[in-house]
Each structure stands twice: as C-alpha cells, then as structure tokens.
C-alpha cells in the first residue's frame, strides 16, 4: 500500500469519525437543554401523533450524545456509524416529507425547531445537502471502522496495518 493510499485509508475514517461525533454532539446539546422545545420540534413535522413526538423529541437528544460520545471515543465505530446512518436517513426522509407537503418548518437540527414565515424552500435543501454530506461519512466509517486514536484498536486487540 503506497504511502498515500495509507494516509486515506486511515485519516479520512478517523475525521469522518471525529466531524459525525461533533456534529451529533453539538446538536444533541443545543437540544438537551429543552427538552420540550425538543419534542415541539418533531412534533411540527407531523409525521407522528404528538405524544409519540414529545417522547421522541425528549430522547433523541440524549442518542445523539451518547452515539457522539461513542464517536470522539472510538468505541463500538462501526456500530456508532450505522446508528449514525440510520438517524440521518430518517432525518432526511422528515425534512423531503415536508418540503413535499409544502410545509414552512425550521428543522429543529439544531434546536429551535418550529414554524417559519417564509426561505424555508432554501433551508431545505441545504439541509438535505448538509445531512447527505454527513451520511457519506457515515457511509465511510461504516465500510472502514479502523480509525486512529480510537479505542476499538485496544478493546479488539487489532494491529495497525
């Protein structure tokens, strides 16, 4: 293997890995701190009753911690990755749903989900763009879980190749 195939085959997993455990952290935090602004975020997608919203709304920011802290950590990767891949498919799956009801929502990615007066066309997209970015890297670290600095390496007892 030539020097820079190792490089590519090692470093772009581990930051795929190190953006997908900062980008859930961060959005799990921002929405840990209400939690019932939370559940009113999911809840305007209606796509589920609303009691089904307030109790998805109130855990999913603690999954998003706990997957993020499985990431940074470098433990249970690959498991990590596809709950990683799944969240952000059904993330994507919400977001198109709306769009082609024609509904005006901010997402609630990142907290603050609700009703919006008007661009919402705009943020969509990029929205969509931005989550199918972070699903290829999640795509990534799904086919390649050996990363560096990551505590797989020890608990696996596996050798750098």
Do not use: H, Q
């Not at 919006?116 to 290829?136: K, M």
């Amino acid at each position: 293997m030539t020097g820079t195939a190792r490089i590519t085959k090692t470093w772009a997993p581990t930051a795929a890995r190190i953006v997908l455990a900062v980008v859930l952290g961060y959005a799990g935090l921002v929405k840990i701190r209400d939690l019932n602004d939370a559940g009113r975020s999911v809840a305007v997608y209606r796509i589920v009753p609303d009691d089904l919203a307030e109790l998805i709304g109130g855990a999913l920011p603690f999954a998003e911690i706990a997957v993020a802290l499985l990431l940074v950590a470098g433990l249970a990767t690959r498991v990590a990755a596809v709950v990683t891949a799944v969240l952000l498919a059904v993330y994507v799956a919400a977001i198109v749903s709306v769009w082609a009801r024609g509904m005006s929502i901010d997402c609630g990615c990142f907290g603050g989900g609700g009703t919006l007066t008007s661009g919402a066309e705009r943020g969509y997209a990029i929205d969509i763009a931005r989550d199918l970015v972070l699903l290829g890297a999640a795509a990534l670290l799904i086919r390649n879980p050996r990363t560096r600095y990551a505590l797989d390496r020890w608990v696996l007892d596996t050798k750098e190749e």
